[in-house]
């Protein structure tokens, strides 16, 4: 698996999150937000012009009681590495002012508020949904103002924005470590706050490069997948689940194909 | 003291008074439109039905297909100038107002789409080179550019305007250095109708609208040059004989008319074979490689089926370019213009696939197709251009000599 994300030596900051563990309790929803200043509509019924950096979808296995399974599938930014090796996420190339960015050396795909003009051609290439336009001015409730994160800007009516990762966890964790004399950052140094909210530790983070984090191992299990690999986006969120149904749910496949055809599992044949 | 008049010698006009009522109308509806550009820019694009998973929606459809349908200014322009089909010189100015008033349209329609029209210029000052959007936006400035160089002349001959010295030698050298600006509008042209087509063809998170092609560029960026090659020139003939309509006067001569529709008629023939090539290819390949098949794309939804793709590519592709292939097709005046009104039909159609179908199918498998309408803000800015199109085909008519043939065909005394 590390071949697809690029350089060993390079980092590759992904995550891994266990569906077999996660509850769909919305802890990570809520810390992201918070995190991250991502404001709120007054009516948030229509999810389609909501802002949300991670989503959780309801996923079911079609059948009738009692045989009916459900599964909650929390979705951030995948933070594509895309075709190739050298940085080609779906959304990426096609920004017309460079508003948006893949960091070749963390792999993070980020999103830059103030040089976005609002086209919303990256939201058209991402298939995942995972790129949240600012249809209006955010509007901070009472004194809900006072408790924005002064780490991160609030971004402003007419951009897009999406998941980070945390990046400023990642900047502050490189400053501490440049402070402390140190070239590297430990793996519980730079974690963003969804993982660090959920209360059954489904999400796990770190570099996927790096074998002494554990998302190393992880996603190497036999129970990882990753969503829409067929397309080559190449993710770097990767999914855990015991279960074939929710691992089919992944990717598309025509009737006729009877076993996922993944690159992945190209790759692993 | 001898004044001049403002209309062209030798041509009737309709009384100042039904000119008036005519632009009265015209200006009411683009009012209407630019109430609505007024509330999307200042209230933002919540004004709109468009949401995350609707990023592209009816703007950038009009944008798309307006440019397709201006596309007659430079197909018309290159085989004028460049190949040397005299007789197109006949058409050649309308074309060109046609072709100003799409792209300018196309302009205006971009500068309300995005949602920081303030930033509008970062696309040329932080230009990302590998964005198909980039190659537009310059592009289609700059064809702009030469279209508003093309039309200025043709201003420059209304008989008041004529009788400065300055303006009068520069329209006269203006037309003999003409075939220049047309090969520019043909080298840009090619790019940003391409470029248009490669917006979605290099969409890889997107099945519907993946293509593969030829280094950088997938085959949508060859086929939408092509499809506003051939179906540009229909349009300008569709608005010429709307013009003749209207006016109750014939203004270009039929044997102009048929060489243009027997051209595009190829074009259109020649395209549609490409075309179902490309779909052949993509249905058969790239679309279940990605682990689609076929009747994926066309069914589990209440609006787009198996239905959409038979208009575009029988009824509005096959059927025009059998018509504007054939002699008898092309002379009997009802069956032309039926062809090239399908061709009209049949580029629009494919605009609207190629960005709201695409964006209507579902790709991560437990989600929903995503169905859309317009709001009401986003139709009147839609229309808004065809009232401000009507208005300048209405000044160019009453006051500039468009057609080189009226005169002979309409005959004052």
Known sequence: MKEEHGDKHTKRYGMVID?????????????????????????????LDSLNWIRIF????????????????????????????????????????????YDDSTGVVSQIPTRCFGCRYCMAACPYHARKFNWWDPVWPADTKKYLNPNVSTRMRGVVEKCTLCFHRYQQARDKAYLEG??????????????????????????????DHAVFKLKNSPR????????????????????????????NYLENESRPKSNRQKIHS | METTPLIPQGVKRCSKLQFSLWMAAAGAVLLWGVYAMYLVWFKGLNQTNMNDAYGFALWIWADLAVIALGGGAFFTGFLTYIIGKDKLKNIINYAVIIGFICYSSALLILAIDIGQPLRGWFIFWHANVHSMLTEVAFCLSCYFAVLTIEFLPIIFENPKLDRVPFLHHLSHNMHRIMAVFAATGVFLSFFHQGSLGGVSGVLFGRPFAFREGINVWPWTFFLFTWSAAACGPCFTILVTWITEKLTRKKL??????????????????????????????????????????????????PVYGIWILILEIVICGIVPAVILITRKGREAKSLLMLGVVLAVVGVCVNRWVMILQMLAVPVVPFEEWFMYAPSWQEVATTILPVAYGILVISLAHRYLPVFPQERELNPTN
């Open chain 1, 58 to 101: 309801q996923l079911t296995n079609g059948k009738p009681y009692p045989d009916t399974e459900i599964c909650y599938l929390p979705m951030p930014c995948q933070h594509c590495d895309g075709i190739g090796k050298h940085g080609h996420p779906p959304c990426v190339s096609v920004c017309p002012a460079i508003a948006t960015d």
């Open chain 1, 224 to 251: 990882a997948f990753r969503l829409l690999e067929r397309l080559h986006t190449n993710p770097k969120v990767y999914y855990l689940s015991s279960k074939t149904w929710v691992r089919r749910a992944g990717d």
């Open chain 2, 252 to 301: 270009v001569k039929d044997d102009v008319i048929q060489l243009l529709a027997k051209i595009s008629g190829w074009m259109l023939a020649t395209y549609i074979i490409a075309k179902i090539a490309d779909t052949l290819y993509w249905a058969m390949v790239t679309a279940p490689s990605m682990g689609f098949s076929f009747m994926d794309f066309y069914s589990g939804n």
């Open chain 1, 19 to 47: 569906l077999d563990k996660c509850t769909g309790c919305g802890a990570c929803m809520v810390a992201c937000y918070a995190e991250n200043n991502v404001p709120f509509k007054k009516d948030e019924t229509d999810k």
């Open chain 1, 182 to 211: 140190r070239e590297e950052i430990y793996e519980s140094e730079y974690q963003p706050a969804c993982a660090q909210a959920c209360p059954t530790n489904a999400i796990t983070f770190g570099d996927l490069n790096n074998p």
